[in-house]
């Protein structure tokens, strides 16, 4: 599994997401604005929009390449900075004749990037993941009406041992550390009592196995983490 | 916004972004039981998604909206809800190619319904109002929670025959049967 993010590293994430998001939905408004106010009679918007907006649009790309996490995996890093980059050769290139198609690549990267950064977040439980008694306790905030008997079988622990754990601390297994992963993306999208369900129903995806039946296994690892997104996702089959 | 990092009926792992949309609530919900192979209403009870609404002006769109139109257009009807998405993933590709930014196509998951699948990235925007950019869909979510009592039983889950396509099958005997009744 690759390694969790540190709290202050989401927290910032957290905050370039909503700076992204906000950004994004300004440009809509002020596009709106600045097509329905200031198109002149060659139906072009407004040059000084568009500076005004590749300003932004630079310190934007900026901000998030200065405050990026270094500790991201490596892949969405060097995916999120492949954006930066083209979303700003967009502002480089901008043809004055067609701004707006710039205006709509580079708008199209930074929701790329946003992408990213929430795919970053999601599936980092919201606990030290080297901390089994803070694992345990986020478990059981995000699944509130789940018994410690049925969460002692998605961990793979006795209740005994969770009893422990919750007392005592101690280091998890890796098991603990993956059903809190999964909890973690999957407590969105499903009640307490369906994300308990989901490690229980057979997918075809898992050999006609459920999650549950394959969370000792390694080689299933990522598999489970692309499950519990698929959950989330547009679906046409 | 990004190549899909799964394959899906109308692409394959790696291709350019790709949007799944149903053109009704109950055919979005059902695309999501089928995909989760949810099977009783209890199991369905346990959903808790945001449903979105988005308005779309799209210019170039291949129609295979009934299986008959899609049989015209000489693609096989059948392959628009098979369980292998090979021969859709290949037509996705083509269609891709030639410039055409969508598809509206039966959907697999519940006969009635119909799903349109969008090529290319896009970004929501300010629901009732005008797009400005190509990229802008104007959509807002409208609910958040589980699909209604009732739909479950009506899904078609992997393995089953489509009924839709069922239909258009025995439709298509008959009108042959008919044709060669009158050529004797």
């Known amino acids: 599994m690759p390694e969790l993010l540190s709290s202050p590293e989401r927290k910032r ?25 200031s198109r002149n009679e060659d139906g072009q918007i407004d040059a000084d929009y568009i500076d005004r907006w590749a300003t932004t649009a630079q310190r934007l790309s900026s901000q998030v390449n200065k405050e990026i996490p270094p500790d991201l995996d490596p892949y969405a890093l060097s995916d999120l900075r492949g954006h930066l980059i083209e979303g700003l050769a967009a502002i480089y290139e901008l043809d004055e004749s067609r701004p707006l198609d710039s205006v709509d690549n580079f708008m199209v990267h930074a929701e790329a990037v946003r992408h990213i950064i929430r ?7 919201d606990a030290d993941e080297s901390d089994a008694k803070a694992l345990v306790s986020s478990l059981s905030t995000q699944l509130p009406r789940v018994s410690r008997k049925e969460l002692s079988k998605l961990i793979g622990l006795s209740e005994r041992q969770i009893q422990r754990i919750a007392k005592d601390g101690g280091r998890p297994s890796r098991r603990l550390q993956l059903v809190s992963r999964l909890v973690a993306l999957l407590w969105r999208a499903w009640t307490p009592e369906g994300v308990v369900a ?12 459920a999650p549950v039946d394959v969370l000792d296994d390694a080689a299933y690892e990522s598999a489970l983490m692309l499950a519990a997104r698929r959950g989330r996702a547009q679906h046409g089959s | 916004m990004r190549p899909n990092s799964e394959s899906g009926r109308w692409h394959r792992t790696g291709d350019g972004p790709i949007q799944y949309l149903s053109t009704t ?14 099977q009783s209403e209890s199991e369905v009870a346990f959903v808790r998604m945001p449903m979105w609404v988005a308005e779309l002006q799209i210019e170039r ?24 998405y090979t021969r859709c993933q290949d037509e996705g590709l083509r269609l891709r190619s030639e410039g055409f930014q969508g598809v509206l196509a039966p959907s697999a998951a519940l006969s009635e319904a119909m799903n349109l699948t969008i090529f290319g990235p896009r970004i929501a925007s300010t629901w009732g109002r005008q797009p ?3 990229s802008s869909i104007p959509a807002t979510k409208i609910a958040v929670g589980a699909p209604p009592e ?35």
């Open chain 1, 13 to 37: 994430l957290v905050q370039l997401e909503d700076l992204l998001e906000e950004w994004l939905a300004q440009v809509h408004r002020d596009l709106q604005s600045a097509t329905e106010d």
């Open chain 2, 61 to 84: 769109l291949a129609d295979y909206s009934a299986f008959e139109i899609a049989e015209e257009a000489g693609f096989p009807p059948e392959a628009l809800v098979d369980d292998d």
């Open chain 1, 119 to 125: 795919d970053a977040l999601d599936g980092q439980p």
């Open chain 2, 150 to 184: 009732g739909i479950v039983q009506r899904v078609r889950q992997r393995g089953v025959e489509h009924e839709g396509l069922q239909r258009h099958q025995a439709e298509r005997s008959r009108s042959r049967r008919r044709r060669d009744d009158g050529a004797n």
């Open chain 1, 198 to 209: 989901w490690f229980y129903r057979e997918r075809p995806d898992f050999d006609g196995h």
């Open chain 2, 132 to 134: 400005i950019l190509v």
């Open chain 2, 25 to 38: 609530v109950e055919g979005a919900w059902s695309e999501l039981i089928r995909a989760e192979g949810l």
